[in-house]
């Protein structure tokens, strides 16, 4: 394989939506990036060529730790072989994982032996997402109100992996034997900073987490990250926050030359949408959309799933292509709510929340394709992971980002297969975006 010898940053998302909010952060700040489905052939690799930064998708988020033992060792060492200056595992900003499912500890101790590093940096703060940390604890916004993770409306109550903890310390203890120091606001602020954290790194054997709680702190943490790097590559994990603290030290390095110019692509007759989130933040965006043209349409996940699957398919895509032949968008969804969550009897079905998702992906390709759509929104961070490789997608890159709602930018798909190729598309995670999202999305308007 070549080397792709211009790279700044190479990485991992552990989910889809996640992988996007990376690759909207950079591309936004004029790194070009390029967001694979899965490890390209070399032909499709150099097509990307001029590139800065390389991601690569995942499903670790809602995966096991024997999931990661097998499948995040090849993912990390291709990254590693692409020899950028920085390796990057991506992690939601909400940090809501368990020692079961999403392990963070877990892929840190693989990535960590991979990169035969004594320590790994974690970074999770991200003012540009409303997420910040003070002292080791994790705060996200909500509603216009500032939560301490464990007492947040929504993640306190995930419904696969609740945070129950704020002190991100302590979490990931749980989940790893690994330690985790901290270099906090005050270290990061001290006129000695960088003599402060070499002495806390010398002797670090585990993790080091990085607090960030505004841009200046942000800018801090960067310069540190940047100034620590070690030759060969160097891991580390956390939420985009990782990306927008090093787009300022990159800056001020004279390695990128700032914002960049997204031209509007303009409005799509119609659009489709499929939504596996329970979040509020999106009941609140579907309520917005059938409100504003677009015809909503609720289906029963069990049904989905259950013995009679293949009919309740086939009836889920004849009425969402009802709607788009005549004249409407359209927004199919499993779940208007967490009122109207199933997820415990879904669970009771061994890997439903996987071919769910895939069901979901398989519903909006038929839309795509019988309509001819050039433009379609998954909503959901699980069930983007798993919804888009029905689409045969093999690659994304940023058309549009949206800077008032950042991490669900419009995209362009790229591949072989001819319907969704050229497909305009969003992943948006259930807690991201503004209540008129999914219109905002069809006419193709920055927020």
């Known amino acids: 394989m070549t080397t792709q010898t211009n790279l700044l940053l190479s990485y991992y998302g552990d989910d889809l939506t996640g992988s996007t909010d990376v690759m909207e952060a950079l591309a936004s700040n004029g790194v070009e990036t390029v967001l694979f489905m899965d490890l390209p052939d070399e032909a499709l690799l150099q097509r990307f060529g001029h590139c800065r930064a390389i991601g690569l998708a995942g499903t670790s988020r809602s995966e096991t730790p024997d999931w990661m033992d097998e499948n995040l060792t090849p993912a990390f060492r291709w990254l590693k072989s692409l020899g950028a200056d920085i390796c990057h595992y991506k992690v939601c900003s909400t940090f809501d994982s368990s020692p079961r499912i999403g392990n963070?500890?877990?892929?840190?101790?693989?990535?960590?032996?991979?990169?035969?590093q004594a320590?790994?940096?974690?970074?999770v703060g991200a003012p540009q997402l409303k997420r910040y940390t003070a002292f080791g604890h994790l705060f996200a916004a909500y509603q216009g109100e500032v939560y301490r993770i464990d007492r947040h409306p929504v993640m306190s109550r995930h419904p696969v992996t609740p945070m129950a903890e704020a002190d991100l310390r302590l979490h990931l203890g749980a989940q790893t034997t690994l330690k985790t120091r901290l270099v906090d606001l005050c270290v990061l602020a001290a006129a000695d900073a960088d003599s402060r954290v070499d002495n806390l790194c010398r002797d670090a054997d585990g993790m080091m987490l990085f607090d960030v709680d505004s841009p200046e702190s942000q800018?801090?943490?960067?310069?540190?990250?940047?100034?620590?790097?070690?030759?060969?590559?160097?891991?580390?994990?956390?939420?985009?926050?990782?990306?927008?603290?090093?787009?300022t030290a990159w800056h001020n390095a004279g390695l990128t030359e700032g914002t960049k110019t997204f031209p509007l692509p303009g409005k799509a007759d119609r659009i489709a949408v499929v939504s596996g989130s329970v979040s509020p933040t999106t009941e609140r965006q579907i309520h917005h959309a059938t409100q504003n043209g677009f015809a909503g349409i609720n289906l029963d996940p069990l049904e989905l799933l259950g013995e009679n699957g293949n009919a309740a398919l086939e009836q889920a895509i004849a009425a969402g292509l009802s709607s788009l032949k005549s004249g409407e968008s359209v927004i199919l969804n499993t779940a208007l709510g967490p009122s109207a969550d199933?997820?415990?009897?879904?669970d009771r079905i061994p890997g439903s929340r996987h071919r769910l998702g895939r069901l979901l992906g398989t519903i909006l390709r038929r839309l795509v394709e019988e309509q001819q759509l050039t433009r379609a929104v998954i909503a959901g961070g699980d069930?983007?992971?798993?919804?888009?490789?029905?689409?045969?997608?093999?690659?994304?890159?940023t058309l549009l980002p949206l800077p008032q709602t950042p991490g669900s930018p419009l995209c362009t798909a790229h591949g072989t297969y001819t319907a969704t190729n050229g497909l305009q598309i969003a992943l948006k995670g259930g807690q991201v975006g503004s209540d008129g999202y999914f219109a905002q999305i069809r006419d193709g308007l920055q927020a």
């Open 119 to 123: 320590y790994v940096p974690i970074l």
């Open 383 to 397: 069930t983007s992971s798993h919804a888009l490789r029905e689409l045969h997608v093999q690659a994304l890159t």
């Open 342 to 346: 199933r997820g415990g009897d879904i």
């Open 219 to 247: 800018s801090h943490a960067g310069r540190q990250l940047w100034r620590l790097r070690q030759d060969g590559g160097w891991l580390v994990a956390g939420s985009s926050g990782v990306e927008y603290a090093l787009l």
């Open 104 to 116: 963070i500890g877990k892929a840190v101790e693989i990535g960590r032996t991979l990169f035969d």
